[in-house]
């Protein structure tokens, strides 16, 4: 009895250990950049909404203060993946987008891309407004130009926009055909597959509309 239970009970051998460490090795290996990629991509969408956010909160704040709300984007630059600062009027009873001006406006929400993880970066906003990539929502929740005017349908466009911010990976670029809108809906499996390699976020600025992240 006490020999048919020694058989049953023995213990792992050296040997056996290690190959069963080598296998875990080798699976990590492969499955890590797998891994790395999906994390990556999941804090480059994550910054693509807080893009939507904020500029959801100055919306939604100018339609619920009745006060028209500026909207300032810096696009990437050295050292700086972009940032976003919503401003309001000094004056509260100010209700038009036009009689914003320097020294008459004070932040009241900033979005700074460097603070949030990934490597996503706001790297156009489109059509580049007269006077800098600065735009308006008034108290009707409406996206204007800061002279009051809808912004336009930029080239390379789709039908029916007014402007859109484009995030994508800091130092990748990406070809007009796979940023602007798709020729047709033939193009347009090539185009997400492109946008996908350097993580391609469009935030479409509508004139009157749901403001959603796109790919």
């Known amino acids: 009895m006490n020999r048919i239970l020694q058989k049953t009970t023995r213990g792992v051998t050296l040997v056996e250990l290690m ?12 499955a890590s950049p797998g891994i790395y990629r999906g994390i990556e991509r999941a804090n480059s969408r994550a910054a693509a909404r807080e893009v939507v956010s904020i500029l959801r909160l100055a919306r939604d704040q100018a339609k619920t203060r009745q006060i028209p709300l500026w909207v300032s984007i810096t696009p990437a630059a050295a050292g700086s993946r972009g940032t976003i600062e919503i401003a309001r009027h000094t004056d509260d009873t100010v209700r038009s987008c036009r009689e914003f001006a320097a020294g008459s406006m004070v932040v009241v929400s900033t979005l700074n891309l460097n603070e949030i993880a990934g490597d ?5 906003v489109m059509p580049p407004p007269s006077n800098g990539y600065n735009l308006c929502y008034t108290p009707q929740g409406t996206t204007v130009r800061t002279t009051g005017i809808p912004l336009p349908i930029p080239p390379g466009g ?10 994508w990976k800091r130092d990748e670029t990406i070809s007009p055909a ?7 809906a033939a193009a347009r499996p090539a185009q997400r597959d492109a946008r996908d390699v350097v993580h391609f976020f469009k935030v479409p600025l509508l004139f009157n509309g749901t403001l959603k992240v796109e790919q």
């Not at 190959?19 to 492969?30: H, K, P, Q, R």
């Not at 796979?178 to 047709?184: H, I």
């Open 178 to 184: 796979d940023k602007n809108c798709a020729a047709n």
């Open 19 to 30: 190959v069963v460490i080598a296998l875990i090795a080798v699976i990590a290996a492969i």
């Open 158 to 167: 789709c039908a029916g926009e007014g402007g859109y911010v484009l995030l």
């Open 120 to 124: 996503v970066a706001i790297q156009e």
